[in-house]
């Protein structure tokens, strides 16, 4: 593992870091915030996963989670949304390929020998994460943007038991009846639509539901609802009565300045569920 930078960042540090990955086989980069209190031990951990045409850098400059983050004692994670290199393959569209790897395990070429974000983010980058900082990973929680509401919400109903709580602002919640969704499944996992359904939020609120509490925040003057379709998976909370909270914003869009408004409180809520026992 190579160190890109460290900042101090409200009494901790910010700081990015590069490896070579063996899921996605090319070199990765990530962010991670360590509050002061992990000097004295192991601390809690907050993963954001960001949304299309990002990189680990849009959320760890632009969210304002290290100050919450601070305050609560929180480490927090900001990994990459695809491979990177020029080996990796890409498209045209900013909407599939690097920058766009939808936080699945792609079985299809050409993406399937680089396009392992599944098992990235749930198991290759955990474990790098433990071995390297002192971090409790007996306590996590995961949260997310568009693409990476997505993947939260997905990673989080698919391993029962890892996070203690899920957040997401904006996410793509029904992506087998979307075109941010159909496109990418089909492109990465193929025609055979029964191979999509673990990473769809809302048939799995509907077949599993959350072993724990959910915050959802979507603005209602989002440019991407119709994509996003919020209502699909609203109706699954209710249907099921998760244990959730579905906000709608007045007149928030789908941009950084809407995440950062309510970056406390998903901070705030995930803190609640990390220090509940």
């Known amino acids: 593992m190579k160190t890109i930078s460290e900042n101090t960042s409200f009494q901790g540090i910010q700081g990015v870091y590069a490896h070579t990955s063996t899921s996605c ?57 695809s491979p990177r290199g020029q080996d990796v393959p890409d498209d045209d569209a900013y909407d599939l390929g690097k920058g766009a790897g939808f936080y699945i395990n792609a079985t299809q070429g050409p993406w399937q020998t680089h396009f392992q974000m599944w098992d990235y983010i749930a198991d290759e980058l955990p474990a790098l994460l433990s071995e390297n900082f002192a971090l409790d990973m007996s306590r996590q929680a995961i949260c997310g943007h568009s693409m990476g509401g997505h993947g939260a919400l997905t990673l989080a109903m698919n391993l029962p038991g890892r996070f203690t709580s899920v957040s997401a602002f904006a996410p793509i919640a029904n992506p087998t009846n979307s075109d941010w969704g159909r496109k990418q499944l089909s492109a990465y996992l193929g025609t055979d639509e029964e191979t999509w359904g673990k990473h769809d939020a809302t048939l799995l609120m509907a077949e599993n539901g959350f072993d724990g509490p959910i915050l959802i925040d979507q603005g209602t003057n989002d440019q991407f609802l119709g994509l996003l379709k919020p209502e699909a998976l609203a109706g699954a909370l209710a249907k099921r009565r998760q244990n959730g909270i579905f906000r709608m914003q007045p007149g928030y869009d789908h941009s950084y300045f809407f995440i950062s408004t309510f970056m406390e409180d998903h901070v705030a809520f995930h803190a609640d569920a990390l220090y509940a026992d």
């Open 25 to 81: 086989k090319c070199d990765m980069t990530f962010g991670l915030f360590l509050p002061e209190e992990a000097k004295q031990g192991p601390v809690p951990l907050l993963w954001f996963l960001s949304g299309l045409t990002c990189t680990h850098e849009n959320a760890m400059t632009k969210a304002g989670a290290q100050a919450w983050a601070a305050e609560h004692g929180i480490a927090v994670v900001f990994p990459d949304t």
